[in-house]
């Protein structure tokens, strides 16, 4: 099992927790030993803390003893040091001046991060209310559109109500005008057809009158002649011989009244 790891949490320390045997760990408590070579899988940065805790080979368990100190330095990517490791400068053992000093600054300094990122939080949470106010400052300019978009839309449902109002009755006024028309039409016709009827009746009568005007006029030439013959029958009675009343119905009589009374 590998018991080594590392642990962070926000705003604190990384601590990478190392396996030491008991000859490096007395080195680096003595602080003889300053560094530490090791492989470089862990993400070792300066800053970060190195937890070494000393393990016995011999019986494969921790004495219990602990070293705390940090990395001041670190030697990667040389031809001096093989690919895939590195050399770790440290500050010294855990109750040393120089631990103490390196991890008084480093504690400093990540203090110091602590107040710039919570400075960052605050003015991140002071935009984040300002934001919050354009929001609601944009959610109420919203909400008036939208009460004004509604009336706009009731005035808009009401408009077209009326207008549907308005076209029913001007079509039924329509209907009505066109059966009105349909009758006017048709009466129009009827009086067309009467008139026609009318003016036949009228050229027939004008005809008649014609025809009777002509006849009269043929009687009265007939009459003028007849009275042209009662005329002279009247002086023939004055001089004919028959001294009677009776009528002369002699042919050869000059006075014509045969003729006259036998046309």
């Not at 604190?12 to 000859?23: G, I």
């Not at 079509?171 to 009827?190: P, Q």
């Not at 027939?204 to 002649?225: C, F, G, N, T, W």
């Not at 050869?252 to 045969?258: I, K, P, R, V």
Request: charged content about 30%.
């Amino acid at each position: 099992m590998n018991d080594e790891q590392t642990t962070m949490k926000p705003f604190e320390r990384v601590v990478h927790e190392l396996k030491t045997w008991p000859v490096f760990f007395d080195a680096i408590l003595s602080e003889e030993k300053p560094f530490e070579a090791r492989k470089d899988d862990r993400g070792f940065e300066v800053g970060h803390d190195l937890k070494l805790r000393e393990w016995n080979p011999e019986t494969q368990e921790y004495t219990g003893r602990t070293i705390v100190t940090g990395i001041t330095y670190i030697l990667r990517g040389t031809e001096h040091v093989a690919k895939g490791y590195c050399i770790l400068g440290l500050t010294g053992g855990s109750n040393s001046q120089a631990s103490l000093k390196y991890r008084l600054e480093s504690t400093q300094r990540e203090f110091d991060k602590f107040q710039d990122a919570h400075a960052k939080l605050l003015i991140a949470h002071i935009e984040q209310g300002q934001h919050l106010d354009s929001l609601r400052t944009q959610l109420r300019e919203a909400q008036e559109q939208y009460g004004i978009l509604k009336r706009c839309s009731e005035l808009q449902t009401q408009t077209i109500e009326e207008l549907r109002s308005q076209v029913a009755r001007l079509t039924g006024e329509r209907d009505t005008f066109d059966e009105r028309m349909r009758i006017v039409v048709d009466e129009y016709n009827d009086e067309h057809k009467q008139a026609a009827k009318l003016r036949a009746e009228l050229s027939q009568a004008q005809r008649q009158r014609d025809e009777k005007q002509k006849a009269l006029m043929d009687l009265a030439v007939i009459s003028v002649e007849k009275f042209s013959k009662l005329e002279s029958y009247v002086i023939h009675k004055l001089d004919c011989k028959v001294t009677t009343d009776d009528v002369c119905s002699e042919a050869e009589c000059n006075c014509g009244l045969y003729a006259l009374l036998n046309p």
